[in-house]
Each structure stands twice: as structure tokens, then as C-alpha cells.
């Protein structure tokens, strides 16, 4: 993944009507780039209720991510997390966060998602009764000026995630999309 440039996935013609029109789609290739583990401080503040719902927010106290390509860490205090859940029970998740490659690059992460808690999510965690553990996916983008990671300015990225109420852990398997 060290090379500026990516090959073309394959196209495909996908037909929209019976007057022959068609556009041209391109499969999605996906490789994976890495995992990574997420501390959040212990000292989160309470939620927050608003009119969307219970917010959370949070302090990254640090981390590590490992893939084929690419090894280091979370920068502590160089991060911050949000957690609205909805009271349909569906939550949105936003992870801002510096990150620091063992060569010495730093790259800017920025991931939106959503986790599912369930319809009757929103009573159980307005009623304290967090889950131990939840799942849900994320979308990503990284951003560096290091020249040897500059394809992940171009780069889009989808993710796994698992959340460790207990521990304040988020894990992600991150991958990019081609």
C-alpha cells in the first residue's frame, strides 16, 4: 500500500432502462488496512439528554493500530469521541484522533458510523443498564502529509466496530475500499 497509485477495478455495464441506456459501475475492491484498539478516558462526563436523544462524550486517552502496512499508535489526549443515542435505540458514533505510524507519520483519522442498541436501547441506557458490549460500523478517512501514506488522502475506508462499555475499549477492523 505504499504506492501513490491503485489499479482500476473491474467494470461492469449495468442497464437502467429497455431505450438502452446504461452507465458504466465499478465493483468495489477492498483490502484490509488495519486494526486498532481505542482507549476512552475514564472520567467521561454523564450524558447529556437533548432533543435527538442521550449524548455522550469522551476523551481518546490513546491506542494502538497494527495492519500489513502500517504499525503504531493513538496519540493520548490527541483525541475525542461522541456517542448520541436515539431513542429508537440507534446511535451515532463520531471518533476524531491523531495517530502516529512507528516510521514517524502522523496521520488525522476522523470516523462516523452507527451502532444498533436495540428498540429498547435508549430506555435501557437512560436507565444506566449499558451494555457490556455492542457492534456497529463505521465509515473513515486519514489524512497525512507524509509522502509514503499520501494514498490515504484519496482514500476511502469502511470498518468494523466493538465497544467495550466495561473497559472503555473501542476495537475496529478497518478497511480500504478501491
Not at 491503485?6 to 452507465?23: A, C, Q, Y
Not at 483525541?79 to 463520531?94: I, M, Q
Not at 449499558?130 to 499520501?150: C, F, I, L, N
Request: hydrophobic share 35%; proline share 6%.
Amino acid at each position: 500500500m505504499t504506492n501513490t497509485s491503485r489499479p482500476s477495478p473491474e467494470s461492469t455495464t449495468v442497464r437502467l432502462s429497455d431505450d438502452n441506456r446504461s452507465i458504466r459501475s465499478k465493483l468495489i475492491r477492498m483490502d484490509f488496512l488495519f486494526s486498532f484498539r481505542i482507549r476512552m478516558d475514564e472520567q467521561t462526563a454523564p450524558p447529556i439528554e437533548t432533543p435527538e436523544g442521550l449524548k455522550f462524550d469522551g476523551s481518546i486517552t490513546g491506542g494502538e493500530f497494527a495492519g500489513p502496512e502500517l504499525i503504531g499508535h493513538i496519540k493520548p489526549a490527541a483525541g475525542a469521541g461522541s456517542l448520541l443515542v436515539k431513542p429508537n435505540g440507534v446511535a451515532v458514533v463520531e471518533l476524531r484522533f491523531t495517530m502516529e505510524s512507528g516510521d514517524g507519520a502522523v496521520i488525522d483519522g476522523v470516523h462516523h458510523g452507527l451502532i444498533d442498541f436495540g428498540p429498547t436501547g435508549f430506555e435501557e441506557i437512560r436507565n444506566k443498564r449499558m451494555p457490556t458490549e455492542v457492534d456497529g460500523r463505521v465509515t473513515a478517512r486519514y489524512q497525512t502529509s507524509h509522502p509514503k501514506y499520501e494514498w490515504l488522502n484519496r482514500t476511502q475506508c469502511v470498518g468494523a466496530i466493538e465497544t467495550d462499555f466495561e473497559s472503555l475499549c473501542i476495537k475496529q477492523s478497518i478497511f480500504a475500499m478501491f
